[in-house]
T-cell receptor, first 115, second 114 residues
């Protein structure tokens, strides 16, 4: 099976702009989670989608949003970018976040730089 | 917020030696997982240990879990240069709405010197 893919891999944006990142999960996986990774804060959970519904949300401002499509592909959007949004954004998929065997499969990430 | 906290933050060993990393957490968990990340890339799942298990092995990896102390350790035996990476523990806790959330620690950066 193909792994989790994320596009684009690298992105440079200017403060105040908005950005959309895309994630295609492993075929058959219905749960998609997003994480932000920075040197200072480490890996922080953004949100999780399952069957097109946001099931869980981390402690991030409303500028961070996401959605999931019927084919399980997911997008996340960050509006009004700030310098502090520069990070590696990781997407992970799993069969179902409702299982105790909650193994996640990560994509390579999108490196976002805000200038 | 971070639940798992790894110790040490960085570890440097010679090839062939064993590497031990520790993880402590704060709340009750369903399971604890360890992941590896090579330099700014995606994470790779290594091993999962359930809250009712005490020890688990996978190849050169050995994981222990002590729920009374809320701690876990990852042992990599006979390390290789290719083991150089950051290692993260992640705790899985029920977050409602039929969902389990993974909370990651800040990781241990392991360097294996050839």
């Amino acid at each position: 099976k193909a792994g989790v893919t994320q596009t684009p891999r690298y992105l440079i944006k200017t403060r105040g702009q908005q950005v959309t990142l895309s994630c295609s999960p492993i075929s058959g996986h219905r749960s998609v989670s997003w994480y932000q990774q920075t040197p200072g804060q480490g890996l922080q959970f953004l949100f999780e989608y399952f069957s097109e519904t946001q099931r869980n949300k981390g402690n991030f401002p409303g500028r961070f949003s996401g959605r999931q499509f019927s084919n399980s592909r997911s997008e996340m959007n960050v509006s009004t970018l700030e310098l502090g949004d520069s990070a590696l954004y990781l997407c992970a998929s799993s069969l179902s976040g409702g299982s105790p065997s909650y193994e996640q499969y990560f994509g390579p990430g999108t490196r976002l730089t805000v200038t | 917020s971070q639940q798992g906290e790894e110790d040490p933050q960085a570890l440097s060993i010679q090839e062939g030696e064993n590497a031990t990393m520790n993880c402590s957490y704060k709340t009750s968990i369903n399971n604890l997982q360890w992941y590896r990340q090579n330099s700014g890339r995606g994470l790779v799942h290594l091993i999962l240990i359930r809250s009712n298990e005490r020890e688990k092995h996978s190849g050169r990896l050995r994981v222990t879990l002590d729920t009374s102390k809320k701690s876990s350790s990852l042992l990599i035996t006979a390390s290789r240069a290719a083991d150089t990476a950051s290692y993260f523990c992640a705790t899985a806790s029920y977050s409602g709405a039929g969902s389990y959330q993974l909370t990651f620690g800040k990781g241990t950066k392991l360097s294996v010197i050839p």
